[in-house]
């Protein structure tokens, strides 16, 4: 279906947004209630053509088991500088598509995954954008940026 | 309980983290287990000796009616700048304490509670941190920070 002129607006901005930050905190909930989170890094070059964003990680990681079990997560983007906070919630999937992890991988991801993309625990986690709200300033009341 | 000379060193990192970025992301889950996160304003002046973070709310806002049937919130701290990020596990308890509230009131608040400290609607939110991690690089593994 296609977006209304409004809709891809604020795609547009909330992807703008998002790419300034690029290091989201990536929150999750474990099995007895308590709420995690952790760096993540957005991969830019991935696109958001279909309101999905992606990420890399390692499969068996305690985010990947975390989310098997409550896949509904949130992604925030903060900048305390420029003041530009973004709330993202989205529905985590990982994904286990070779062809795919190697036309995603960048060399700075070495930081995290020093054997490179064929170690068998590289994955890739998908984030379907559900709801997403941004605020742009300090009084700025929050925007209903997308998915509403 | 005294606390070992390593726990208040790990508070005092995790506080100094807290109060260089200042402002945090606070992600709540709500009845239909989607993960929420708004910008939220620590207040410096209130300290962390016992283990708490204080906050000014709303007390009829979203967030408090999310906290209220599931009160394990989480707080992240992002600074991509200088690469400090920091993930608070805690639980959250609404205070309509009206001394604590005017002696934590400070003017710049009043960007969000235009009314001042004694609007009946302005409330604090007491955090009291459970568990929480930081990362200060980029290549940082993650450090147990607090309550391990
Ligand atoms: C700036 C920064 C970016 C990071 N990006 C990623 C990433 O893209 N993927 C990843 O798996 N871990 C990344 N990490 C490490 C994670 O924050 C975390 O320590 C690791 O994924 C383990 O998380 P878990 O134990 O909660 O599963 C990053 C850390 C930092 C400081």
Do not use: C
Not at 98 to 106: G, S, V
């Amino acid at each position: 279906m296609a977006r209304s002129a409004t809709d891809r607006e604020s795609a547009e901005k909330l992807w703008g947004m998002i790419k300034g930050v690029r290091i989201a905190m990536m929150t999750t909930l474990d099995e007895n209630g308590i709420l995690h989170s952790r760096p993540m890094a957005t991969l830019p070059h991935a696109g958001f053509d279909d309101g999905t964003l992606w990420f890399f990680t390692r499969a068996d990681s305690p985010k990947v088991h975390e989310l098997q079990e409550h896949w509904r997560i949130n992604l925030s983007y903060a900048d305390p500088g420029d003041q530009n906070y973004v709330s993202v919630s989205g529905i985590a999937q990982l994904v286990r598509d070779q062809d795919k992890i190697r036309f995603l991988w960048r060399d700075i991801l070495s930081t995290w995954f020093p054997k490179g993309p064929d170690d068998p625990e590289v994955a890739l986690l998908k984030v379907t954008v559900d709801q997403a709200e941004y605020w742009d300033s300090p009084s700025s009341a929050m925007v209903y940026a997308y998915g509403y």
